[in-house]
């Protein structure tokens, strides 16, 4: 023939290693993330993870920057777990496991953006102590730094633990706005109406994210973590 197109030929050829960059890129994030779980429990940190757990009467460790991060390796190793489950089906759904191979990455970025925030943030505060002992700042500007460093360093922690549910501040946002709607209407007027309501809004998100809309809501002073206690208790117990 006369005349052949082979621009196809260059398509394919650049396609089948774009798919095999890909596959290795996963590859490479799934063997991290296997070892961060496995140096998890192997260096002790997950023993220790419970028992501060244990003794944590005042809330002070579950706030930590500790604890963030013990807490998404966790949710690192449930997702491995799922991963692995949906491997290892005959009939494997090759889009499930991009699902899995995409939170996975995403928790193990985040994890390594919020070490490094935190090493950041932590030299940014001694920094702000050094000022104040030589002077160059007053006690009330360094409260200011410190309150405004530690506002940066709470975002940080809440962008990890939104990663691990797969959430993002836009998500966050919506959810808790309707929700703390709801709860000033509860507040107000402990009606059926409004009670049915944040039942049916819990009850439409996974459970992981149902807790941590709540644990905000407690956080930020919108409800008593009774009130949290009897919504996870009544709405959540089937879920």
Same mark, same amino acid.
């Given at each position: ?85 949906? =491997? ?25 953006? =919020?070490?490094?925030?935190? @090493? ?85 998100? @996974? ?22 206690? =009897? ?9």
């Amino acid at each position: 023939m006369w005349f052949e197109d082979n621009s196809q030929d260059g398509w394919d050829g650049k396609h089948a290693d774009m798919e095999e960059l890909k596959e290795k890129s996963s590859e490479d994030f799934i063997n991290k993330a296997r070892e961060i779980v496995d140096d998890f429990h192997s260096s002790g940190a997950f023993d220790e993870h419970e028992k501060n757990k244990r003794i944590d009467e005042h809330c002070e460790y579950r706030t930590s920057s500790d604890n963030r991060i013990a807490e998404q390796i966790l949710q690192l190793e449930k997702v491995l777990e799922e991963y692995d489950q949906a =491997y290892s089906d005959p009939y494997r759904d090759f889009v499930e496991l991009d699902v899995y191979v995409s939170r996975i990455k995403l928790i193990v970025e985040s994890l390594d953006e =919020y070490r490094s925030k935190l @090493d950041y943030y932590e030299k940014k505060e001694r920094t702000i102590h050094d000022l104040y002992d030589s002077g160059k700042i007053s006690g009330q500007e360094m409260d200011d730094r410190l309150t405004e460093t530690g506002f940066r360093k709470q975002r940080a922690g809440t962008r990890t633990e939104m990663a691990g549910l797969g959430m993002t501040y836009d998500d966050l946002g919506e959810i808790s706005d309707r929700f703390n709607h709801l709860a000033i209407d509860f507040q107000i007027d402990d009606n059926g109406d409004t009670r049915h309501k944040i039942f049916l809004l819990l009850r439409s998100m @996974d459970r992981d994210k149902a807790i941590y809309i709540l644990e905000q809501a407690v956080m930020d002073g919108m409800i008593s973590q009774s009130t949290a206690d =009897y919504l996870i208790e009544h709405t959540l117990r089937s879920h």
